[in-house]
């Protein structure tokens, strides 16, 4: 009787280990799953950046203050009759 138990003992390890470790399996199912968190994750970040720069075209597309501000911003552009400084700081100290 007890090599029969055994016998069905291996066998029933057997038919586990694909459940556990196979292709298909609960392992595999985690590291999925796992995967499928941290695309969620990014996917948010890239539609709150995407909100963003939806908001930031708009505003472009629509009025002059925010075209203004990026050309004082990016490029350095005043407007006539006014006067630009430039404060250089000594960071050799």
């Not at 390890?13 to 999925?32: E, K």
């Not at 908001?55 to 350095?76: T, W």
């Amino acid at each position: 009787m007890k090599p029969v138990a055994y016998v069905l003992i291996g066998f029933f390890v057997l038919l586990q280990y694909p459940l556990w470790f196979g292709s298909g399996g609960a392992l595999a199912y985690w590291r999925l799953q796992q995967g499928i968190d941290s695309q969620r994750e990014e996917n948010a970040t890239l539609q709150e950046r995407n909100r963003a720069l939806q908001a930031e075209v708009v505003n472009l597309k629509s009025g002059l203050d925010a075209i203004e501000e990026r050309a004082r911003a990016e490029l350095g552009m005043v407007k006539r009759d006014e006067t630009f400084y430039q404060v250089v700081t000594n960071k050799t100290k």
